[in-house]
């Protein structure tokens, strides 16, 4: 290998490098505007409840997690996640307000995604097993596209494909056979 092209191949990692590491300072920004917002809401409501912030993958986590007693907290989180979701798409709202660019922000209240997520990939895996040990497509329940995504990460993790079909709200992902 000569001189210019080992040259040629650090100027791409440093390259590479550099947009890994904007893009983490992005995401870490996002992340501290959606604190400042949520813990205004927090403040309004009169709850008691701690920030924590992290980066995964292509996007910025926020949890709101609790003193010991998260019923108080589970008001944020609404039957079935139902809150859960609005207070996320208001946060990412802030979030574009603040920066102008659109935020795939995860929001989590009081566990309640971290064990939502441990559910579905459980959900995902079965079904896999299922389609694989009958060789039918396994048809699952309506989803929203954060369930979607998990099941279909589990699947994928376990060797078979999925794919989601219908329209929302109706969506749903079906595990193909072999």
Do not use: N
């Not at 080992?6 to 947009?19: I, K």
């Not at 108080?72 to 859960?84: A, I, K, P, S």
């Not at 954060?146 to 494909?161: P, S, Y």
């Amino acid at each position: 290998m000569t001189e210019g092209t080992t040259s040629a191949v650090d100027a791409g990692q440093t390259a590479q490098a550099t947009d890994s590491d904007a893009l983490i300072a992005r995401l870490e920004q996002e992340g501290e505007i959606a604190a400042d917002y949520l813990e205004g809401l927090l403040d309004i409501a009169d709850l008691d409840g701690d920030i924590d912030m992290d980066v995964e993958g292509d996007r910025a986590l926020v949890s709101i997690v609790g003193d010991g007693d998260d019923r108080t907290l589970q008001r944020l989180v609404g039957q079935d996640g139902e809150v859960l979701e609005a207070l996320q798409e208001l946060t990412r709202l802030a979030v574009h307000r603040e920066t102008g660019e659109r935020s795939r922000l995860m929001l989590d209240i009081a566990g309640f995604r971290a064990r939502k997520r441990a559910e579905l990939a459980a959900l995902g895996a079965e079904a896999a097993e299922q389609a694989q040990r009958t060789g039918e497509s396994v048809k699952l329940r309506p989803m929203t596209p954060f369930e979607r995504k998990v099941v279909h990460d589990a699947v994928a993790a376990a060797g078979l494909r999925s794919e989601s079909e219908g329209e929302e709200p109706q969506r749903c992902v079906v595990v193909l056979a072999g």
